[in-house]
């Protein structure tokens, strides 16, 4: 099948080079020309784990092309992708001006029958708001349909669940047009689920608002544990191997972050209340979040002595919204990061891959080379990302190196006992501190 996929993002980028391998023809469209000149000489915008071997085999084998000629693109295409940005606005509801502007570009180039996909994670009724926008901007009175198809991905990881995803949802206004998706996605054979558009919009804010409360629900059991004197770890392993609740996503820790929960639940949030409905237990999800970095914040001023970090050194260790990924959107070092230098704290900070996305956040802090060059000198360790290299740090050449034995885990990846053995101050999340 020919395919133009509109937004050569995370989504867009992987969902283009996995149909290119599984032997389509896919050009992938940005109207950032620099990020299409790069990924035309072969630099990847982005980490992910396989991308770059991917995207170089398919460019290789002439079925995947990078272009920021979104007519040309979508003239020769069968189906379009739309899989551009979805920002949150101030008040929290979506902004829908690049699916707007990627939906006039396919209207301009209209030629002949298509199927036009909604990848971006956008609110019920876009669907319609897509359908709308072309047939108001094309130019001549060719047919098409408007299919929701939600993408479920997660950074880190994003080719493995491209191509073993755990279900495709498929929203489309008829069977015959759901056919056309379903061949394309047969060859992963996985799961596939046919809804009308509107059910296919909610199912994935739905999904990711009942993720986002199983982890906002975990670190309120968390710090339900600290006062009461029970470990959340253990807890919520008891919890976790109940086969009606299951152990993913819920772990006690800093809370969400990236750029999909926070947005994504504050806009159902929004929805819900255009509609009438307050939501209550989402909007105690959206604030549980909000509060746990601040606690997380009192923790290490309590236990550097006060408000005034004059004259300490803090190393931070983890800098990405999560581990396996660049992504620096809303991850809770920038709030922790922030607060430091706010309290004059010197900031030494370290993270495997996404040090350079931040530089340009916080352009004045020193960046280590590893956790031990952070380490040296600091009054405290904060574990702020769980990257698998901070869970077997030497203790031992640490506590040579701090100037203090201290160390806040903002996501438990430590055994307390164990720090504790050699020599540490230890506070991590819902768990009795030892000192
Ligand atoms: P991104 O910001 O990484 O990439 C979006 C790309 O679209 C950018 O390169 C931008 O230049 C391009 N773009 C914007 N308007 C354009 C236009 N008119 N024509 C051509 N290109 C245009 O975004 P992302 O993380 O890939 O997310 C895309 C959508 O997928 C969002 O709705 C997001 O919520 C959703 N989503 C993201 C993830 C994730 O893990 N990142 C997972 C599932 C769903």
Redesign the pocket.
């Given at each position: 099948m020919n395919i133009c996929v509109?937004?050569?993002?995370?989504?867009?980028l992987v969902t283009g080079v996995v149909f290119s391998d599984l032997g389509n023809d896919v050009v992938c469209?940005?109207?950032?020309s620099a990020?299409i000149d790069g990924l035309n000489k072969g630099v990847m915008p982005i980490y992910e784990p396989g991308l770059e071997e991917m995207v170089a085999r398919n460019v290789a084998d002439g079925r995947l092309q990078f272009s920021t000629d979104?007519e040309a693109a979508v003239t020769k295409a069968e189906v379009v992708f739309i899989?551009?940005?979805?920002p949150p606005r101030e008040d929290g509801s979506t902004d829908l001006s690049?699916v707007e502007?990627?939906a006039k570009?396919v209207a301009r180039a209209l030629n002949s029958y298509k199927v036009i996909v909604n990848?971006?994670?956008?609110p019920v009724g876009t669907g319609d708001f897509v359908r709308q926008v072309i047939m108001t901007n094309r130019r001549r009175a060719v047919d098409f349909d408007v299919v929701s198809n939600p993408?479920?991905?997660?950074?880190g990881s994003a080719i493995t669940d491209t191509l073993v995803p755990d279900r495709i949802v498929i929203g489309a206004p008829n069977r015959v047009v759901a056919m056309r998706l379903l061949e394309l996605y047969a060859p992963l054979e996985r799961p596939m689920i046919i809804t009308d558009v509107a059910s296919a919009e909610m199912i994935k804010y739905a999904s990711n608002a009942f993720l986002a409360t199983k982890i906002s629900f975990a670190n309120a059991v968390a710090n339900i544990c600290e006062e009461a004197g029970a470990d959340v770890t253990q807890v919520v392993k008891g919890m976790g191997l109940d086969s009606r609740i299951g152990a993913a996503f819920l772990s006690a820790g800093l809370g969400y972050g990236g750029?999909?929960f926070p947005k994504d639940t504050r806009s159902l949030l929004h929805t819900a209340q255009t509609f009438g409905y307050d939501f209550p237990l989402l909007k105690a999800t959206i604030e549980t979040n909000e509060e746990q970095p601040r606690r997380f914040i009192r923790k290490i001023h309590d236990a550097l002595g006060g408000d005034d970090l004059k004259g300490l050194t803090v190393g931070v260790l983890g800098l990405a919204f999560k581990p396996n990924t660049d992504d620096m959107r809303e991850a809770k070092s920038l709030d922790v990061i922030t607060d430091l230098l706010a309290c004059g704290a010197t900031v030494k900070a370290y993270d495997p891959i996404a040090i350079e996305n931040t530089r340009s956040v916080f352009p004045h802090i020193t960046y280590g080379a590893n956790a031990y060059e952070v380490a040296a000198g600091a009054d405290a360790l904060v574990v702020v990302t769980e990257w698998n290299e901070f869970k077997t740090l030497n203790f031992e050449r640490l506590a040579s190196i701090m100037n203090r034995r201290l160390i806040l885990d903002g996501r438990n990846i430590y055994d307390p006992e164990t720090v504790r053995r050699n020599g540490f101050e230890y506070h991590s999340i819902g768990r009795v501190t030892l000192a």
């Open positions: 509109i937004g050569t993002g995370y989504v867009g469209v940005d109207k950032l990020k979104l899989a551009v940005g979805t690049y502007d990627a570009g990848k971006s994670t956008v993408e479920f991905l997660r950074e750029s999909c």
